[in-house]
């Protein structure tokens, strides 16, 4: 008996393994301190903002995420979490907050691109999150709504993904979060939000009539 129980247990540690393994990945990659510190890294001593961050995000949720059966909702928990620690990262050090949340939302659609996950989708769940986070380190929650919405234009363009849509997205993402802000704060990231996505659409409309978009991939 007692060496069924001991086949039983680890039998069922082989069925969590695969679920379960991916989620934790995702969430050491994201979540340590080691990410974190990583982050620090990418902006330099006067507080400027490297390019890298974008390739560090984006590297991070493919390694997490690379294999996942649930592409779709691993990579809006790894998204999340990776945003939240390049904002947390970026206020310990006093760098420019919306440049961070520039790079990673850039990284993180990039990283969707590359996994075949839903970038409307992450563009949404990323821009919610890092609007949420400022406000918590008490940042400037408008500036890095605008700077989110400028990102995932920059990354769409790049892609040759769909600009207006994907920015619409963003757009909803950066509203639910000022929606629980609510207040005149919550109004001021509405307001900041609606003319960014006026000036990206007025960009976007000669580069989408050069091109056509690519559809965007669904998990």
């Known amino acids: 008996m007692e060496a069924k129980r001991r ?35 990418a902006v330099n001593g006067g507080g400027t903002v490297s390019v890298g961050v ?39 050090i006093g760098a420019d907050l919306g440049a961070v949340a520039r790079y990673s939302i850039m990284g993180t659609i990039q990283a969707a691109e590359q996994i075949g996950g839903e970038l409307g989708g992450a563009a949404r769940s990323a821009t919610r999150d890092a609007v949420k986070t400022t406000r918590d380190v008490g940042g400037d929650v408008s500036r890095v709504a605008s700077e989110a919405i400028q990102g995932t234009a920059d990354a769409a363009r790049r892609l040759g993904a769909d600009v207006g849509s994907l920015v619409q997205d963003a757009a909803r993402g950066a509203v639910e979060a000022a929606d629980r802000i609510g207040s005149a704060t919550g109004r001021a990231v509405r307001t900041t939000v609606a003319e960014a996505v006026s000036g990206t659409k007025a960009l976007a409309g000669g580069a989408n009539s050069s091109r056509p978009a690519r559809r965007r991939r669904r998990a």
Do not use: H, P, W
């Open 7 to 41: 086949t039983g247990t680890n039998g069922t540690k082989r069925k969590l393994t695969g679920a379960a393994s991916i989620r934790g990945k995702a969430k050491r990659s994201t979540d340590n301190g080691s990410f974190e510190a990583a982050i620090q890294r």
């Open 54 to 92: 974008v390739n560090l995000v984006k590297n991070t949720l493919v390694t997490a995420i690379s294999g996942a059966r649930d592409v779709g909702g691993e990579m809006g928990t790894a998204a999340i979490a990776a945003v939240r620690g390049s904002i947390r990262a970026a206020s310990e």
